[in-house]
């Protein structure tokens, strides 16, 4: 269970962080070097194979003598392997049915556990997907099939952990150990709700998992992909973005030299690049899946954020570890234009913590940035820990160009510095809003620091309880978190010309049942516009010592509140009956790592999704009742 692993390393390692100052260091800017083509702003990829291969030759160099003795006991040393076109079917154009994933940008559909397909939900668990009829006023299990290729000698290999929908398509992603890559699996959903495999790609790459971000994205008929790769200098083919189909052994190549970007200043070789982040895309309207890459060299520190506009990627400074040198390397933003347009990137100090640490605003043309002094970004647990001054940086996007400029200090807002090493982010309205704690001293009241994007004075809010969850409802915020007593608080925030408590709700005997932003869902009133009024749901858990296991998705029922004129009131909840998930016959990927369970809100009809079972609600007198139940288990 290697996504384990990764948390037991990520909690062994944040004791030896240590503090780097955030501010904005202007370098000289220099001419662009011969190997690429100077024709305007902005970043442009390697001229040639050629200098492309020269540039690896002082990497590899440079990766021989920092790691030259880094063995296993064994004496082998890291390496990674290959693996990830096919054909495909038309995609019919089914109609797309109501969101019902909370998603950080409105249009950019993020990968999920549950979808909605039209007249069914498509549900991804352990390994295998379901469809459930939902169409005229139905709730019945139609079908299942195994979310991995029918021939596959060995499923337990890959963690299948998102799922997202586009016409007929269901698409599932995984991380497969077994060829080290990215797995993307298709499927027909037909009009009665049968399943039927289409087609397997792998994609090679490193582990994405991030305990806080999602991988993919889905925006009109493109999908994107986030994936990062082990870059082997001495051997840069071996490296390369590429995929392959399920049925053959050779990978495709996805990145040409022009679409291979390095920043200005590490161009030098001067500097350690072990990782290329690489952001696909995939027309999922032609019969064989089409697909390009782009391809960034930077560290093991990364951020991974997707607006209507553009993709940015974070590759910083690895404040976390035992390679001090990686210290010395500048931070770069980079921007890639879905128009087409150029990519750019420039310099910034310190590190995002998620992708809630983001915010495009393309009226103004500014992207917002929230940045720590200590951070190592959202790849696998690192997201869990941060330090260290924090500041906004507002990023022009004239400004991104070559990397070798800096943002100079009026870029960069200095903030208040909050106790706590587990931050919590989120952009919400005109304001950003953040606080911090730690596992253990959570339920404490905590200090959440409103933020005017105005540039006005920052606010101080004290919270009758802790924070672990921002959200928005409406044109207002939701700040969730553990109380003493063992309650769990949900506290509406009004955020006009002054941010303010407008109301707190505590819900006894409960804690988050999951981590995950998808578990949080508000949908408001027909007749409310700005949400001053509507219904919230959030799975919750009556286990109050679980040494986290939130983090697997441990709700046993739904909480729903309401929310009249910003007003909260408990309207009840929707619980789960106890399953044996052991029972299931599961073959692939049994924990659920990102979650199992979430509240629905389709049209007027409320489900909760909670391991195998799909609950329906009815809201009558301002309380909430069981209507009936479906188990889908296999």
Request: proline content about 4%; glycine content about 10%.
């Amino acid at each position: 269970m290697l996504k384990s692993a990764s948390f037991a390393s990520f909690v062994l390692t944040t004791g030896t962080i240590g503090a780097v100052a955030l501010g904005a260091v202007s370098l000289a800017a220099t001419s662009p070097s011969a190997d690429i083509v100077d024709d305007g702003p902005g970043l442009s990829g390697f001229s040639s194979e050629q200098r492309l291969e020269e540039f690896a030759e002082k990497m590899a160099s440079l990766q021989q003598s920092r790691y030259r003795g880094a063995e296993f006991e064994d004496g082998s040393v890291m390496a990674m392997t290959v693996s990830a076109p096919a054909e495909a079917s038309d995609a019919s154009a089914r109609s797309e049915g109501e969101s019902i994933t909370n998603t950080q940008e409105a249009g950019v559909d993020e990968g999920g556990i549950v979808k909605n397909a039209g007249d069914f939900l498509v549900v991804l668990r352990r390994g295998r997907l379901f469809t459930v009829r939902t169409g005229d006023g139905a709730l019945d299990p139609v079908d299942t099939i195994d979310a991995f290729p029918p021939k596959k000698k060995n499923p337990g290999d890959t963690w299948y952990d998102e799922m997202l929908i586009r016409g007929n398509q269901v698409i599932v992603i995984g991380y497969s150990y077994g060829a080290f890559g990215t797995e993307l699996n298709r499927f027909d959903i037909s009009d009665s709700g049968e399943l039927t495999y289409r087609d397997t790609h792998y994609m090679r790459s490193g582990d994405y998992y991030s305990s806080s971000n999602y991988a993919s994205r889905l925006i009109g008929d493109e999908l994107i992909l986030y994936t990062p790769v082990y870059a082997n200098w001495a051997d840069l083919d071996a490296s390369l973005p590429a995929m392959r189909s399920f049925e053959e052994d050779e990978a495709e190549v996805l990145v040409a030299p022009e679409d291979f970007l390095v920043a200005q200043p590490y161009r030098s070789g001067r500097f350690p690049l072990q990782m290329l982040h690489t952001v696909t895309r995939c027309d999922l309207t032609t019969a064989e899946l089409e697909c390009s890459a782009t391809a960034i060299a930077g560290t093991s520190s990364r951020a991974f954020y997707v607006s209507r506009e553009a993709v940015y990627t974070w590759t910083g400074t690895a404040q976390t570890g035992w390679d001090e040198d990686a210290v010395k390397t500048p931070g770069q933003l980079y921007r890639i234009p879905l128009d087409g347009a150029r990519p750019g990137a420039v310099q910034v100090a310190g590190a995002p913590v998620d992708q809630f640490s983001f915010a495009e605003d393309a009226s103004d043309g500014v992207l917002r940035i929230l940045l720590r002094g200590v951070g190592n970004g959202e790849g696998m647990w690192a997201s869990e820990f941060s330090a260290g001054t924090v500041s906004m940086a507002t990023v022009p996007f004239y400004a991104f160009d070559r990397g070798n400029t800096s943002l100079v200090r009026d870029n960069y807002r200095k903030l208040p510095e909050p106790e706590g090493w587990r931050f919590h982010n989120r952009f919400v309205g005109d304001y950003l809003l953040y606080a911090a704690g730690g596992y253990g001293t959570e339920a404490k009241s905590a200090t959440v620091y409103a933020v005017p994007l105005d540039g006005r004075e920052v606010q101080e809010i004290a919270m009758p309880h802790g924070v672990t969850r921002f959200d928005r409802m409406g044109r207002d915020g939701v700040v969730v978190g553990p109380s003493k007593g063992g309650s769990l608080g949900f506290s509406s925030l009004s955020l006009e010309r002054n941010a303010s408590i407008e109301d707190t709700y505590m819900l006894a005997a409960a804690s988050e049942g999951e981590t995950r932003s998808q578990a949080f869902f508000f949908k408001p009133d027909r007749d409310s516009a700005d949400g001053r009024s509507g219904t919230l749901g959030l799975p919750v858990s009556r286990q109050l010592n679980r040494n986290g296991a939130e983090f697997l998705g441990s709700g046993s029922a739904i909480a729903f509140l309401r929310r009249d004129n910003r007003s909260l009131t408990r309207v009840g909840e929707l619980a789960a009956r106890t399953e044996n998930a052991s029972d299931d016959n599961c073959k692939a990927s049994c924990v659920d790592w990102y979650g199992n369970a979430r509240p629905i809100f389709m049209s007027d009809r409320i489900f909760a999704l909670m391991g195998y079972e799909i609950v329906e609600g009815s809201m009558a007198g301002g309380r909430i009742t069981e209507e009936r139940r479906v188990s889908f288990a296999p």
